[in-house]
């Protein structure tokens, strides 16, 4: 082979292996560090996790630490249709391990109100879609709910999700700020599709501790009328279905206000800070079957209007009142409870005599031979009405849609419905 051939093949693969790779390398380093590509990705980023999350994302910038870990800075989750915030995040390192994605949150900002829309999307968009072929965890240091009075701040919030033969699951470990080391406040959500059509359960243990109750109110509105310092301790099993919730709860409430509670609602006036325990509470397609507990409140004030209601729609034992107050002040309110379908029925605490409500002169109400009352009874104790109709107000639909309702022919109760029993998944 002539010489000048031979030059001209080491010139051609010289330029081939050595100048056209170099020249390629040097022009993808620069174009990764222009405005532009980093524009493109940071939407492909954005593009990618609201798809995934099913709400509007915006990343303001984002660094690719090594192959597998990236921070993005900013992240705002909104809503779509309105364009408002619902979320905004300082940075989330994401972390990729296999199939593991590990994701660190930091400064988390939840908006209170929009809370149920965000897990509403969350639900439709990730634990109703079909295996992603991978399991997440996620850790926020601290996550605050603002827009609400109070404002909930929630510490060492880790969630994990993995996917099961049968369905999804989701584990949640809550925190409050100041709690000790012991079990932290636990929240399990599966998504069981070996049900038809499939159904999403919950579970909710809070262990030893409590939990603010403004923090569920997006979901049950009516926990805002136990006041802005009520908390919940105790577990809470719940099946969402198409005709209603279908859930069994159990454990205690503290400091419900009363104020909030009725006369921030009714036509009377009931003012102290209660502790109610809840020893077993059934609902049945958003309806409840069943509800046992008891009430104690000290040093409240309550009107004439409803010692009277309460003595005729409770048949309870009023003492004779010595002067015409509207407002009464009251030491000590006890009370046990039972209702269900077959009625409701009342048994007071405060004294060995069966009192209710006592102030320094003794018992003002008390319940010495307790009889089941119609359920309806607590509609009449609140609402003045006539026998069994009610009258036709916003605030008696809103108790009449939860209670038991009476039968008007007693029915054969052989066939009684069994006590619910919480989601799980069918392990294969």
Partial sequence: MRLMTRRMIC?????????????????????????????????????????????????????????????????????????????????????????????????????????????????????????????????????????????????????????????????????????????????????????????????????????????????????????????????????????GWNADLHGRLQDVDLDHLVTGSFPHKLSGMAQVQIADCSILRGRITEVKGRIEAAHGVISASLLNAAAKALQLQRRAASDVAMLVRYEKLALEFALDEKGLTVRGLADARGGILQDAAGALLSARDPQPLSPLALVRLLVPDSRLNVPATKETAQLVRVLPLPEIVPTDTTNARIPYASLRLHRR
């Fill in 11 to 243: 010139r051609g693969v010289f330029v081939t292996l050595c100048v056209v790779p170099t020249l390629l390398v040097g022009a993808a380093a620069l174009v990764v560090h222009t405005p532009v590509y980093a524009r493109f990705r940071r939407a492909s980023w954005e593009s990618t996790l609201a798809a995934r999350l099913g709400v509007g994302v915006t990343i303001a910038r984002l660094d690719q630490v090594d192959g597998r870990r990236l921070i993005l800075y900013r992240l705002r989750l909104t809503d779509p249709e309105r364009g408002q915030d619902v979320a905004i995040i300082r940075s989330a390192e994401l972390t990729r391990e296999g199939t593991h994605w590990d994701v660190e949150l930091n400064q988390c900002q939840v908006l209170a109100a929009r809370l149920d829309w965000l897990t509403r999307r969350f639900h439709d968009h990730i634990l109703e879609t079909a295996d992603l072929g991978m399991t997440l965890r996620v850790h926020a240091a601290n996550l605050v709910l603002t827009g609400s009075e109070p404002v909930v701040c929630l510490a060492d919030v880790t969630c994990q999700m993995h996917d099961d033969p049968g369905g999804r699951e989701v584990l949640v470990a809550v925190r409050m700020p100041g709690q000790s080391d012991d079990e932290p406040i636990r929240l399990r959500v599966v998504r069981n599709r070996q049900l038809d059509p499939p159904a999403t359960g919950w579970e909710l243990h809070t262990g030893a501790a409590s939990l603010p109750c403004v923090v569920v109110s997006r979901w049950l509105p009516g926990a805002m009328r136990l006041g802005p310092e009520c908390m919940f301790g105790g577990s809470i099993w719940a099946e969402r279905t198409m005709v």
